[in-house]
Structures are given as C-alpha cells and as structure tokens.
C-alpha cells in the first residue's frame, strides 16, 4: 500500500489562520496609508490653486479671478493677455469633480469696484477653495480649505471649513495647517 503525501486538515487550517491574523493587521495600515496619501494630494491641490491665483493676480491688475478663468490655453478672461501666454492652473485641479477622494468647491469673494480696462470682468477680491473627504472615514478624515490669504487650515471633523465672501473662517471648526 503507497502513503500519500499532502497536508493534513489541521496543517491547512493553521496556514488559513495564520494568513488571516496577517490580513487582519496589514488592511487597516493600508487603509490608513491611502487615507493619508489623498489628504497630502489635496493638501497639494489646494497650494496649487493658492499659487495659480497669486500668479494670476500679478496679471490681472492686482485681482484675484474665477477658478475657470485660471485654465486654458489660451486665457481668455484677461484682456489683451497673449494667446501663447502660460496657463496658471491645470485643468483637473479647476474642475470641479472629486479628486483623490475629495469633494471641491470653489468660492468668489466680492467683485472689485470700479473695473479698470486691464483686468478681467469677473475679477474678484478675494477666493476660498475647500474640500471635504467624498466617504468620511474611508477617502479622508479631516476636511481643508485654502484662501487669498495664502493660509491653509483644516476641520477635524471632516466637513469643509466655513467659508463667507470668499475667504475662510477661521474657528474651532478651521484650525490653521501647520
């Protein structure tokens, strides 16, 4: 009579169990990792926007403008701004569909008085772009907002930081990032 060679039940059932404690302590780090890798990308998008508005502003005659104004080529809002000139934002960040997880609007403080010839018709004074996680707990657990300021905080809750005429509220609910 030949013996058979393989694993027995209990040699299976030891590999299964092992396997599973494994997964039960890699899953909640890779979670927290991808956590942690979309809020850093939105932290980015949010100085991109802060940057694409500063520069845009030393064109525009010292005024800040609509996100969608900050895309092209060409750029269109600015009177007499060359038609090879440079974009000041890429499109994907103007957009407003979710990105890295995130959820993000874009808010225009008030119209700047009176107009000059030079600078666009949709100027502004001021602007605040905010984001807030699209799954609280699973895309990102802190909401961030940006503003002409240059400042950037975040709301430990999740939820996007207040936003009125166009700039942050600073608060409880808005901490500053540091």
Known sequence: MKKQKGFTL????IVVAIIGIIAAIAIPSLLRARVSANEAATIGDIRTVISGQAAYQSANGGWYDQITCLTGPPITCIPSYPTNGPTFLDSAIASALPKSGYSRSFFAGPQPSPRSASMSNSS???FAYVASPVNLGQTGVRGFGGDSSGVLCFSPQGDAPTVALGSLTF????LVLQ
């Not at 209990?10 to 059932?13: F, K, S, Y």
């Open 10 to 13: 209990i040699e299976l059932l």
């Open 171 to 174: 608060n409880t609910t808005c």
């Open 124 to 126: 502004l004074s001021s």
